[in-house]
Nanobody, 128 residues
């Protein structure tokens, strides 16, 4: 089992940047593929980005491709999401998630049903 705690959210103007972090504790962090999702009242939970266990494979939603970068540091048990050129439509609660599915060489899942553990989320608000 792994526990996940997000941080780094806040209020930013459109065009600005934020860096989210997700600290993991418990079972070996490198055992999990990791992902970021975001949730809004009207749209539900939406995939943002994912990264494989050893970080070699990343996947992004089309809406954030070229603006967001997911990364992980297995030595520090940390997942990050660098968000640049933020837009008002990026406003949401951002959650990190861990998946025990697949192998060390698999790409990380992009659907929430394949994630086993979730953090509580951090609010990101982008003003116009």
């Amino acid at each position: 089992q792994v526990q996940l705690v997000e941080s780094g959210g806040g209020l930013v103007q459109a065009g600005g940047s934020l860096r989210l972090s997700c600290a993991a504790s418990g079972r070996t962090f490198s055992s999990y593929a990791m992902g970021w999702f975001r949730q809004t009242p009207g749209k539900g939970r939406e995939f943002v980005a994912a990264i494989s266990r050893i970080g070699g494979r990343t996947t992004y939603a089309d809406s954030v491709k070229g603006r967001f970068t997911i990364s992980r540091d297995n030595a520090k048990n940390t997942l990050s999401l660098q968000m640049n050129s933020l837009k008002p439509e990026d406003t949401a609660v951002y959650l990190c998630a861990a998946s025990a599915r697949g192998t060390y060489y698999s790409s990380a899942p992009v659907v929430e049903e394949q994630y086993d553990y979730w953090g509580q989320g951090t609010q990101v608000t982008v003003s116009s």
